[in-house]
């Protein structure tokens, strides 16, 4: 029987093998098509680009901005808006012929780089042929879709640089070589795993371009306590990922009687000094982005996602859930604003004003902000603390949330750990322990939340500062051990970062990716001991020896 679609991106694809009549996310067959045209003909620009680039031609920021968009759109959750899909696929296929023309030499190039149909007729057979599955060899088509979900990654966090007017060409062409790369039928296994592993250096580099951009712009995270109950006044929940959407709502927001809230990976916008002047900027709502039906539905007011975490909405609420950037879905209102432009979320606000206050579903406060500078502030407290044996060991548990009820595993093993441990974590990972009350060592709290997804690069940073103030040779010698949740790309390129900075025996759950063709799990299990999780009790046994 033929495949409807085929996709196996993220870590609840279907039977973990890959969704084909539906995504376990929410799109449908023919959104799938769409997307992976969109990723083959961004794979098709960026060919273009790197050509004009060793022939010494000039390549736009604007040019860059479409590949990041494009891969970011593509990102599970994200979008769901075949007509916006389609318009990109449009607008890059016109991008690409005009620079087709500043070619000096046009020979050998891939399909990729020369289809050019604008008749919408002929897309979805194209989309067909186009996809995951072309690539006949497994091992192949693991290595090139690892490098490609790795590079999806990269542009989100390129893309949330790039709002706040950072880029980095480096990492602009980088990402563009790679992709033009997943073209060439030419690429042995091993040259392809070495391009896997500098996927992973230049996402260090893309995070450290992100972190630099978030904290320029907006301070240094600080230690603060957020509360997650509700005001009196109607509200606006904002989720997602980006920081300048935030900002820019927060100050339309001013003085209008509406209350500005976060939700799931938009929790740390509380942690930045700049965002707390804004006395309307009240507290966090709800838990990672999985539980958002039941939530967005008590919480009364509009919804803005800024980035991806869609949940398809129910139609109770479908009319006041926004979307803006790279994040779509049919039937809801889209805030358009390009890079650099001030986004109008005037409809938003006024909406807000006619709508009940939140349910409240939950009361009292989180503690986060433990970004590197504000734990390297702390660097004697924590040193202190491992030389005197009152700290035992770090377990970072950074990654993803999800549905599913093996991530369980995630808060019981958080709730068995010794009482001399302290979790480092990043992203809605968190959710699954960080309203636990695990108290403290000495002051320092045993749950240190970095922030946002991308804030994994805090905890490699940390990690660093900690390897060179114990005078140690290598990284793997120090008293860390990584237990991650992954979910979409922008675990991937986390994992892969982790792997280029040299971190082994990283444990990876609730399962391994769907992606990794035999072999290719096995080359990872041989030269960076990645393995998948066991039982809690098993697992403290093989960390602790307990």
């Known amino acids: 029987m033929e495949n409807n679609m085929f996709c196996y991106q993220c870590q609840e694809t279907a039977g973990c093998k890959g969704c084909t009549r539906m995504g376990v996310c929410g799109k449908n067959p023919q959104v799938a098509g769409m997307q992976d045209l969109l990723v083959y003909v961004t794979k098709g620009i960026s060919d273009v680009t790197t050509r004009l680039r060793k022939q010494g031609k000039f390549v736009s920021k604007e040019i860059n901005h479409l590949v990041s968009l494009n891969l970011f759109i593509t990102i599970t959750n994200a979008n769901f808006d075949e007509e916006m899909i389609v318009a990109r696929i449009k607008d890059t296929l016109e991008k690409k012929n005009e620079l087709l023309t500043l070619l000096d ?22 989309a067909g042929k186009v996809g995951v599955l072309s690539t006949k060899d497994e091992d192949i088509r693991s290595l090139r879709e690892l490098i490609t979900y790795g590079l999806k990654g990269l542009s989100a966090y390129s893309k949330h640089a790039n709002a706040l007017m950072e880029d980095d060409e480096e990492v602009d062409t980088f990402m563009q070589m790679a992709l033009a790369k997943t073209l060439d039928d030419s690429l042995s ?6 391009l896997t592993l500098e996927v992973g250096k230049y996402g260090v580099q893309g995070m450290a371009l992100l972190d630099r951009a978030n904290t320029s712009t907006y301070g240094n995270p600080e230690i603060t306590k957020v509360n997650i109950g509700v005001g009196t006044k109607p509200g606006i929940l904002v989720s997602g990922h980006d920081l ?10 001013e003085g209008t009687g509406v209350d500005v809230y976060t939700h799931s990976e938009m929790l740390p916008a509380h942690y930045y000094p700049a965002f707390k002047k804004y006395s309307h900027f009240v507290g966090n709502y709800g838990n990672a982005w999985w539980k958002q039906k039941e939530e967005f539905e008590s919480f009364n007011g509009p919804i803005l996602m800024t980035t991806n975490c869609i949940v398809p909405p129910k139609d109770s609420y479908k009319d006041r859930m926004y979307t803006t950037g790279a994040a779509g879905f049919p039937g809801c209102k889209h805030i358009a604003g390009e890079i650099g432009e001030e986004k109008d979320f005037s409809a938003l606000i006024e909406h807000a004003k006619k709508c009940a206050p939140p349910v409240e579903i939950e009361t009292g406060e989180i503690i986060g902000g433990f970004a590197h ?25 950074a990654g993803c949330d999800g549905r599913a009820t093996s991530r369980n595993y995630y808060t019981d093993f958080a709730k068995a750990l010794p009482m001399d441990t302290v979790i480092l974590t990043a992203g809605c990972a968190k959710y699954k322990y960080n309203k636990l009350n695990l108290g403290d060592i000495g002051g320092i709290p045993r749950v240190l939340d970095a922030g ?6 805090s905890l490699a940073v940390i990690a660093l500062k900690l390897k060179e103030v114990f005078g140690l040779a290598d990284i793997n010698e120090l008293p860390i051990v990584y237990n991650i949740a992954w979910y979409e790309q922008k675990a991937v390129i986390v994992l892969l970062a982790l792997l280029y900075l040299g971190v082994k025996d990283i444990h990876l759950g609730p399962t391994l990716p769907a992606f990794l063709s035999p072999n290719v799990a096995n ?21 602790f020896g307990e």
């Open 523 to 543: 080359v990872l299990v041989e030269n960076f001991g990645i393995t998948g999780i066991g039982t809690v009790e098993d697992d403290l046994k093989l960390f």
């Open 452 to 457: 946002q997804c991308n804030d994994s690069y």
């Open 105 to 126: 030499d046009k020979k050998d190039l891939p399909d990729a780089a020369v289809w050019c149909s604008f008749d919408e007729r002929e897309y979805a057979h194209k």
């Open 189 to 194: 296994i091993e040259e392809l795993i070495g």
């Open 373 to 397: 500078n504000q734990v390297l502030a702390l660097a004697d407290k924590v040193v202190d603390a491992v030389k005197s044996g009152a700290i035992k060991k770090f377990i970072v548990m």
């Open 244 to 253: 300048r959407d935030m900002e820019m709502l927060l100050k339309q927001t």
